[in-house]
DNA sequence: AATCCACAGGAAGATTAGGATA
DNA sequence: TATCCTAATCTTCCTGTGGATT
């Protein structure tokens, strides 16, 4: 139940595999496929696609005895021009060629290395970039993208995988036009293909009976409001499937679902607040002293900009730290509201100013928690606000 | 109807950090 | 290693505004 896993067949993807195939089938009769770009967003099955039909490919280049090589390649993790002509051409290596060190070489040393290296081998080489726009400059996209140039006994076809639409546009033109030789987009799934997929999986990996009839569409449902990522639908249906099983329950019921979700989200929420740079957690801070200190002598006043502010200026001064000023505090309350930490909306109170009303979207104790993780903050946490907070 | 508060949020320039380049 | 560039961050200065109050 793994998004990694890759089950035999792709449900709702046809269209795309066909589509993606017949791009790459040229390969077989050693002719150049074109280029393609795949855009999507997350958990519209983009790599899977691209994985599964790269491992057809394969398997037909040996029934036609054509050399076919399918290099995938995570540009996350891979981010620079370097690195990815290194990983490249650590796909070929063999007995005489030697190795291409971590660094210490010239980057275009490594091309031509790489270029000679494709060159021996001949057939055509099909290279998946996932998610490409993480890609450090578009030299190294500008450097695969010529390299077929520069080939003669091989060619080399990339395929460029992105959730971001907009990632082309920033693109140098001449990287644009040879990449961009063909387009496809994935759609979202809908909650109907979703149920579907979310099926497929669990008669793999669960027992029959082990599940409510209920609990697939609900996850589906609930995937499906959010864009229709099936990762998450997949996510939510392990979790509460471990979760069943950590209580010993004999089916997994809505009760796990809900369970999960909600743990899925206190997660979500506990890296996300984790990560946060330093001066926004010292606004979120603020805002959780000013809520503890409303909830503590019953005023229900909801917390102003302002407010936020001068708490925020105080613990500043505490910990020595130097404070932003209000325009960019502002922006940065906006952020956290963007994140879902807080909720922030814009209202107006009359002679008393128009201003944003902001609450916590989420349990204060919890935050609290992950703030006292560092130590900065564990003495913060105790910060009693002075005085009263001005009159209604 | 006019006023006016307490900010929102845009524009543009300054500062800074990190990476590329010589 | 020095310096140059770029993108991100932050500041300064600004105009705009919803609606309770006058």
Same mark, same amino acid.
């Given at each position: 139940? &793994?998004?990694?896993?890759?089950?035999?067949?792709?449900?709702?993807?046809?269209?795309?595999?066909?589509?993606?195939?017949?791009? +790459?089938?040229?390969? !077989?009769?050693?002719?150049?496929?074109?280029?393609? #770009?795949?855009?999507?967003?997350?958990?519209?099955?983009?790599?899977?696609?691209?994985?599964?039909?790269?491992?057809?490919?394969?398997?037909?280049?040996?029934?036609?005895?054509?050399?076919?090589? %399918?290099?995938?390649?995570?540009?996350?993790?891979?981010?620079?021009?370097?690195? !990815?002509?290194?990983?490249?051409?650590?796909?070929?290596?063999?007995?005489?060629?030697?190795?291409?060190? #971590?660094?210490?070489?010239?980057?275009?040393?490594?091309?031509?290395?790489?270029?000679?290296?494709?060159?021996?081998?001949?057939?055509?080489?099909?290279?998946?970039?996932?998610?490409?726009?993480?890609?450090?400059?578009?030299?190294?996209?500008?450097?695969?993208?010529?390299?077929?140039?520069?080939?003669?006994?091989?060619?080399?076809?990339?395929?460029?995988?992105?959730?971001?639409?907009?990632?082309?546009? #920033? !693109?140098?033109?001449?990287?644009?036009?040879?990449?961009?030789?063909?387009?496809?987009? %994935?759609?979202?799934?809908?909650?109907?293909?979703?149920?579907?997929?979310?099926?497929?999986?669990?008669?793999?990996?669960?027992?029959?009976?082990?599940?409510?009839?209920?609990?697939?569409?609900?996850?589906?449902?609930?995937?499906?409001?959010?864009?229709?990522?099936?990762?998450?639908?997949?996510?939510?249906?392990?979790?509460?499937?471990?979760?069943?099983?950590?209580?010993?329950?004999?089916?997994?019921?809505?009760?796990?679902?809900?369970?999960?979700?909600?743990?899925?989200?206190?997660?979500?929420?506990?890296?996300?607040?984790?990560?946060?740079?330093?001066?926004?957690?010292?606004?979120?801070?603020?805002?959780?002293?000013?809520?503890?200190?409303?909830?503590?002598?019953?005023?229900?006043?909801?917390?102003?900009?302002?407010?936020?502010?001068?708490?925020?200026?105080?613990?500043?001064?505490?910990?020595?730290?130097?404070?932003?000023?209000? &325009?960019?505090?502002?922006?940065?309350?906006?952020?956290?509201?963007?994140?879902?930490?807080?909720?922030? &909306?814009?209202?107006?109170?009359?002679?008393?100013?128009?201003?944003?009303?902001?609450?916590?979207?989420?349990? +204060?104790?919890?935050? %609290?928690?992950?703030?006292?993780?560092?130590?900065? #903050?564990?003495? !913060?946490?105790?910060?009693?606000? &002075?005085?009263?907070?001005?009159?209604?």
């Amino acid at each position: 139940m &793994r998004p990694t896993y890759i089950p035999d067949s792709l449900l709702h993807r046809d269209k795309e595999i066909r589509n993606l195939a017949s791009i +790459l089938v040229p390969a !077989l009769k050693k002719e150049t496929p074109s280029n393609v #770009f795949i855009y999507g967003k997350t958990g519209t099955g983009k790599t899977a696609v691209a994985k599964f039909v790269g491992k057809e490919l394969l398997k037909k280049g040996d029934e036609t005895k054509t050399k076919v090589n %399918f290099i995938y390649i995570n540009c996350e993790i891979v981010d620079t021009q370097y690195r !990815l002509l290194q990983n490249i051409a650590n796909h070929f290596i063999n007995e005489w060629s030697e190795r291409i060190p #971590f660094t210490g070489w010239p980057t275009d040393e490594v091309y031509t290395k790489l270029m000679h290296m494709i060159d021996a081998n001949g057939g055509i080489t099909v290279v998946i970039l996932d998610e490409v726009d993480k890609l450090k400059g578009d030299e190294a996209l500008y450097s695969l993208s010529r390299m077929n140039s520069d080939l003669e006994n091989a060619k080399v076809s990339i395929v460029g995988i992105s959730n971001d639409l907009k990632f082309t546009e #920033f !693109l140098d033109p001449r990287v644009k036009s040879s990449l961009g030789e063909e387009n496809m987009i %994935f759609p979202p799934y809908d909650a109907g293909e979703l149920q579907d997929i979310l099926k497929q999986r669990v008669d793999i990996a669960l027992k029959v009976d082990s599940i409510d009839y209920d609990v697939i569409p609900l996850c589906s449902a609930l995937a499906a409001q959010e864009h229709g990522d099936a990762r998450r639908a997949l996510d939510l249906l392990r979790m509460s499937a471990e979760l069943a099983e950590r209580n010993k329950a004999l089916k997994i019921t809505k009760k796990f679902v809900k369970l999960a979700q909600s743990k899925i989200e206190i997660d979500r929420i506990t890296e996300v607040v984790r990560t946060l740079p330093a001066q926004s957690k010292l606004i979120l801070l603020a805002i959780l002293l000013q809520e503890k200190h409303n909830k503590k002598n019953g005023l229900n006043g909801a917390i102003t900009t302002g407010d936020v502010y001068e708490i925020y200026n105080e613990i500043c001064k505490k910990s020595r730290t130097d404070s932003l000023t209000q &325009r960019r505090t502002a922006d940065l309350i906006s952020e956290l509201d963007m994140l879902g930490i807080i909720t922030a &909306r814009v209202i107006s109170k009359g002679r008393h100013g128009r201003t944003r009303e902001i609450k916590m979207s989420s349990s +204060l104790e919890d935050i %609290f928690r992950i703030l006292k993780e560092d130590d900065v #903050f564990k003495e !913060l946490t105790k910060y009693k606000i &002075r005085g009263q907070t001005r009159l209604m």
